[in-house]
């Protein structure tokens, strides 16, 4: 965990990438990333066939909890992208679990949060971005350049203002990336530094009891704040996809 002998707090040891099977060959290796990813994906296809299986007229928790996610990110796809975000159901559905589950997961003692490493929200990313890209060019054709030709400028201006919005349309995939991997970073790094002040406390003893404890009482409340971001931070990739999705279909 958070000490290195005495020497301090290694708040960011627990990102480290270790082979959990061993290695196949000189470098390949299945990781604890590797796992959970398929721990989430798995609970997200769980999440609907079990709780959909039933189909009861008076639900029970699971089916409720089934039926309820998927009105949530139907709703969130019908109205961000409009009648049109129906076929793009699946896919939202998919993703938002997916980082939901890998989110929430890392709260847990022994699991490890996949959304933490940087190569994988970029690879979330990037798929976002070369999906939403080929849905504008297959709905609209070469049309999809003016995207980057706001209307009503003038003339000279346009090369500075195309530079402009092309910047911004690849700034999305640093934006996303960067904003899921930052939030569970430094939310596992806070509750492993004062899970350590916890420890090192405790063991003193004596007058650094009292301390120990507030230690611990924050620490409560950083879990609770956890599982809150790390809920918040699905929604917020799910509904920029959805925005970005809704840019693709209507152009504008």
């Known amino acids: 965990m958070a000490a290195e002998g005495h020497s301090g707090i290694d708040a960011l040891s627990q990102f480290k990438l270790e082979p959990v099977f061993g290695h196949f060959g000189e470098t390949l290796h299945i990781s604890q990333a590797n796992v959970m990813m398929v721990v989430a994906s798995a609970l997200t296809l769980l999440l609907m066939w079990v709780g959909m299986s039933p189909r009861a007229m008076i639900p029970g928790r699971l089916q409720s909890a089934a039926e309820m996610a998927y009105e949530t990110v139907m709703t969130l796809c019908v109205e961000q992208i409009g009648h049109e975000g129906k076929k793009f159901f699946p896919f939202v559905f998919t993703l938002f679990f997916f980082i939901l589950f890998g989110n929430l997961m890392g709260v847990f003692p022994l699991f490890f949060t996949f959304t ?8 979330l990313s990037l798929f976002v971005f070369c ?21 009503g ?25 960067v904003r899921l991997f930052a939030n569970m970073m430094a939310g596992h790094v806070m509750l492993e530094v004062f899970g350590a002040f916890v420890v090192m406390l405790g063991t003193a003893g004596g007058i650094f009891l009292l301390p120990a404890g507030l230690s611990l009482g924050v620490n409560v409340i950083l879990i609770g704040f956890e599982i809150l971001v ?14 970005y999705l ?7």
């Open 131 to 151: 999906l939403v890209t080929f849905v504008a060019l297959r709905e609209h054709g070469l049309h999809f350049f003016s995207y980057f030709v706001p209307k």
């Open 246 to 252: 809704h840019d693709a279909v209507h152009l504008h």
């Open 230 to 243: 790390a809920s918040l931070q699905a929604y917020v990739f799910a509904i920029l996809t959805c925005i």
């Open 116 to 123: 933490s490493h940087i190569a994988v929200t970029l690879a």
């Open 153 to 177: 400028i003038p003339v000279v201006l346009t090369p500075l203002m195309v530079l402009i919005e092309v910047i911004s349309y690849l700034s999305r995939i640093i934006s996303l990336a």
